[in-house]
């Protein structure tokens, strides 16, 4: 089955220490996202890539860094900079439509909570 | 650029009473619309999309929505609600960006 996978689900960090967050997607899209999401406050994007090789910052990127250097995975890193990094993240990636317009496919999320 | 915005972001209903929520969208051209919903821990799943065909769309677990464009709407509703349907629940729009707005989201309860 096509789909997105994210891992791990739940991931524990010390402060101070840089964490990746795995997706990997088989669904062909060429677009790839990530979200984190606290309490009350909807989808924020941290990044996107329209291509590999290439990303964009999105609203909230300080503390974070992403690479895509196979179009199946899109990985993000949460550096020590991040400066309250305990929130759930989720990965997107999407279909583009004729006209431009695309479609988001979610994985699961991933939780991640500073200790 | 496209936006939405869900009106009411916690909504509860009975069981068995109708639900209703909100989503009004702006965009320049004429766009894509979704709603998805979010179980507890878990990512968002597509409930339903409109593209330009058919105003009403019915997605699943009962749903539908209904594409305005006079009054630049898409709210979702279900005749009767069910427990299983507490969750959140996003409208999204897309035009001709690069990528998806969601709204900020709409905690639907069901009271027993």
């Known amino acids: 089955d096509g789909g997105i996978t994210q891992s791990p689900k739940y991931l524990f960090r010390k402060e101070g220490q840089n964490v990746t967050l795995s997706c990997e997607q088989n669904?062909?899209?060429?677009?790839m996202y990530w979200y984190r999401q606290d309490p009350g406050q909807g989808l924020r994007l941290i990044y996107y890539?329209?291509?590999?090789?290439?990303?964009q910052k999105g609203d909230i990127a300080e503390g974070y860094s992403v690479s895509r250097e196979k179009k199946e995975s899109f990985p993000l890193t949460v550096t020590s900079a991040q400066k309250n990094p305990t929130a759930f993240y989720l990965c997107?990636?999407?279909?583009?439509?004729?006209?431009?317009?695309?479609?988001?496919?979610f994985g699961q999320g991933t939780r991640l909570t500073v200790v | 650029a496209q936006s939405v915005t869900q009106l009411g972001s916690h909504v509860s209903v009975s069981e068995g009473a109708l639900v209703l929520l909100r989503c009004n969208y702006s965009?320049?051209?004429?766009?894509?619309l979704f709603w998805y919903v979010q179980y507890p821990n878990q990512g968002l799943q597509l409930l339903l999309k409109y593209t330009s065909a058919a105003t009403l769309v019915k997605g699943i677990n009962g749903f539908e929505a209904e594409f305005k464009k006079s009054e630049t709407s898409f709210h979702l509703t279900k005749p009767s609600a069910h427990m299983s349907d507490a969750a959140e629940y996003f409208c999204a729009v897309s035009d001709q960006g690069n990528d998806m707005r969601f709204g900020a989201g709409t905690r639907l309860t069901v009271k027993p």
């Open positions: 669904l062909n899209h060429d677009a």
């Open positions: 890539s329209q291509i590999v090789n290439d990303f």
């Open positions: 997107a990636s999407s279909i583009r439509f004729r006209g431009g317009r695309t479609e988001a496919f």
């Open positions: 965009s320049s051209v004429p766009p894509y």
